[in-house]
């Protein structure tokens, strides 16, 4: 199905397979499926979510083939869709390896996006070493691992015996290895935990980018929410995963998580629900 949007008085609309969507700020009252019609055209909407590009549950793979074609690991022992938990699991590493497990979206990316998904953080420990073990989770212009000039947009896991565990966002235009320095850094103030939290990562236009921290899979209530400004010059962001700081250190921290239920929506910065011509 092709997607496309075009500007109207008050907003704008998608046609989704030819038809007809307007988007709309959902009154408490309304649940999907609620329909109204338009005196003057006497046509029929129905109320819907909003259109994603990707909505993985990871219930829909066979086998690990057809898993690790879809979302492709780097170094399976350290990043890897479990067909058995139906999730990525992730451990955190740096060991000068590329532990990268990406899915590629397939399509150009308007200068607005929100990429949605449960994280579960299982392990999180802090060891005497002042050198850093980052988790990204996000966007990317590149296949390769991050000590390969890159754009990105990501949520960053990170612990050191410094700064203790953080919760931070980075950007990156043509960019490696962001904890390095290379990368824009904004800080939350919640901190890093043994926890469920779903994400909300998103770019709200060319020059700006925020990230939302929820406690439930309705994300409705909100933990901590961050903005922050980015070139205009990243792009290319059409890959989709967890990659892992690519350096060597003698670091002994942990982070070890799961990503469950990742959903990506094109050329929107907020989810709306959708009115749908029937």
Request: glycine letters at 6%; hydrophobic letters at 35%; one cysteine or more.
């Amino acid at each position: 199905n092709s997607m496309s949007y075009s500007a109207l008085a008050g907003g704008f609309a998608w046609a989704w397979a030819g038809v007809e969507i307007k988007p709309v700020i959902k009154m408490a009252l309304l649940q999907d499926g609620a329909r109204f019609e338009e005196t003057d055209t006497e046509l029929i909407y129905s109320l819907v979510a909003s259109p994603n590009v990707l909505n993985d549950d990871f219930t829909s793979y066979a086998d690990q083939t057809s898993a690790d074609l879809s979302w492709i690991p780097i170094d399976t022992a350290k990043a890897r869709v479990n067909i058995t938990n139906d999730n990525i699991d992730f451990t955190a590493e740096r060991d000068n390896t590329d532990d990268s497990c990406y899915k590629d979206l397939g399509i150009s990316l308007y200068s607005s996006w929100v990429l949605r998904f449960k994280l579960i953080l299982s392990t999180v420990t802090q060891g005497a070493s002042n050198d850093e073990l980052h988790a990204y989770l996000g966007m990317y212009s590149s296949t390769s691992g991050m000590d390969v000039a890159q754009d990105f947009i990501l949520l960053d896991l990170s612990v050191n015996n410094a700064d203790g565990k953080r919760i931070q966002i980075q950007d990156g235009d043509g960019a490696t290895n962001p904890s390095n320095g290379s990368g824009q850094v904004t800080l939350f103030s919640h901190a890093l935990a043994v926890e469920t939290l779903y994400v909300q990562l998103k770019q709200i236009n060319s020059t700006s980018y925020g990230c939302d921290l929820f406690s439930d899979s309705a994300f409705t209530t909100l933990i901590e929410s961050k903005t922050a400004s980015c070139p205009s010059t990243i792009t290319g962001l059409r890959y989709i995963g967890y990659k892992n700081l690519k350096l060597t250190s003698s670091e002994n921290h942990t982070i070890i998580g799961t990503i469950d239920d990742v959903k990506f929506y094109n050329g929107v910065s907020q989810i709306p629900d959708w009115w749908v011509q029937q």
